[in-house]
């Protein structure tokens, strides 16, 4: 049976030295639990052993012991408890934790966890209370609502699933004082305009002298406003309709 859980090494956003994310910094020891989000123990049934807390993650994780004896992590669905069985198949049943080929989802149904290549693993809708929707079939894909609201092509043969993702009351969690983000390895963030010229693209000025510039613009200097998304990226014909546009234009 593979290790399933170890001490996550802490590198504070550095590499080599060097800050490479910046407002990382000291925290708690904490345990790295393996997630299978493959979910390749196909036609073996398992059952829930617990429902736990995983520090790095928003969403509760399950513990799955398998028929073969072999013990896995999973990202806990809502209404998965101990005592039950889960299962990833082609003919599973369609039920919170099971994991099945988009194609053999019918429309309607909530999932999380999707499959972009099939056979990589889960990498779409993880976090915490998150669900797609599978809006039907449109050729050789099947077409998924996201929780963005982007309806985005997938290919049957990828796995996803059934379920919302659980502990939804996270997005309503109430950070109480700062020592909470610091234990969580989470640093102070300072605004830009505050800064020098020298550290941030808007600082610099006498007083509150504003941004300086008709667009915010991010530490490395790149826009901050509008779609920021590449033009030039492999999933845009995977598109049907992108989500919810924000206030500002595209800077062209």
């Known amino acids: 049976m593979a290790k399933i859980k170890h001490i996550l090494k802490k590198k504070s956003g550095r590499s080599n030295g060097k800050v490479t994310v910046r407002h990382q910094g000291g925290r708690h020891k904490r345990f790295l639990r393996t997630i299978d989000f493959k979910r390749d123990k196909h036609d073996i049934w398992g059952v829930i052993e617990s429902v736990d807390y995983d520090p790095n993650r928003g969403a509760n994780i399950a513990l ?72 039907g079939k449109e050729e050789k894909y099947i077409l998924v609502k996201l929780p963005s609201g982007e309806i985005r092509r997938f290919l049957p043969q990828a796995y996803a699933t059934i379920g919302q993702v659980g502990n939804a009351e996270k997005r309503s969690e109430v950070i109480r004082k700062a020592g909470t983000n610091r234990r969580r390895g989470i640093r102070p963030t300072v605004r830009g305009v505050a800064m020098h010229p020298g550290a941030h693209p808007h600082g610099g000025g006498e007083g509150r002298s504003g941004i300086g510039m008709k667009y915010p613009k991010r530490y490395s200097g790149t826009p901050a406003v509008g779609r920021t998304r590449r033009v030039r990226r492999y999933s845009n014909n995977l598109i049907v309709k992108r989500r919810k546009a924000g206030t500002h234009q595209r800077i062209i």
Do not use: F, W
Not at 69 to 81: H, K
Not at 83 to 98: F, M, Y
Not at 100 to 118: C, F
């Open 64 to 135: 799955v012991l398998y028929e073969d004896g072999d013990r896995r992590y999973i990202i806990a669905p809502m209404g998965l408890v101990s005592g039950t069985k889960v299962i990833a198949s082609d003919v599973a049943p369609l039920e919170p934790g099971n994991a099945l080929p988009l194609g053999k989802i019918p429309a309607g149904s909530q999932i999380h966890n999707i499959e972009i290549i099939p056979g990589k693993g889960g990498q779409m809708v993880k976090g915490a209370g998150s669900a797609a929707v599978v809006q």
